[in-house]
């Protein structure tokens, strides 16, 4: 099964979702997280997941979306598995290795953080550590 995110209130018609298609709601996550609109990057990302086929590339981006969301609300237990999800997805995508360390730390597991941290350094693919959450900023 995979991670789940806090899911909104609102049950999803995935008729209508279908309809829409996967990159509206993607792009949607995208641009919440932009607006620091963390609740609702979890509601269109897991949207996402659902419509995705399981090698999409988007498939991890929107596992790391979650759980960048959830650990900018907090949620650091939840933003954990999410984190794992991706790098099962995707192992060279530094930022999520890196992020599962924050998350990690966070709560006090920095034994684990450590080696998260480690992992995303050697992995040397991915982005600019300072482009990632607006959590930092």
Not at 38 to 53: P, R
Not at 60 to 78: T, W
Not at 103 to 130: D, M, Q, R
């Amino acid at each position: 099964p995979r991670p789940s995110a806090t899911p909104s209130a609102t049950p999803v018609n995935w008729a209508d979702a279908r309809s829409k298609g996967v990159d509206y709601y993607f792009d949607k996550a995208i641009s919440y997280q932009d607006q620091r609109k963390y609740q609702a990057v979890i509601d269109n990302a897991t949207i996402a997941i659902g419509l995705l086929f399981p090698n999409d590339w988007r498939m991890h981006a929107s596992y790391f979306l979650i759980g960048d969301a959830h650990f900018n609300l907090g949620h650091y237990h939840s933003a954990i598995p999410n984190f794992k999800e991706s790098i099962k997805r995707e192992p060279d995508f530094v930022l999520s290795h890196l992020m599962l360390g924050r998350a990690n730390s966070a709560l006090g597991n920095h034994e684990t953080a450590i080696a998260s941290f480690n992992n995303g350094i050697s992995c040397g693919k991915g982005v600019c550590i300072a482009s990632t959450s607006k959590e930092r900023q």
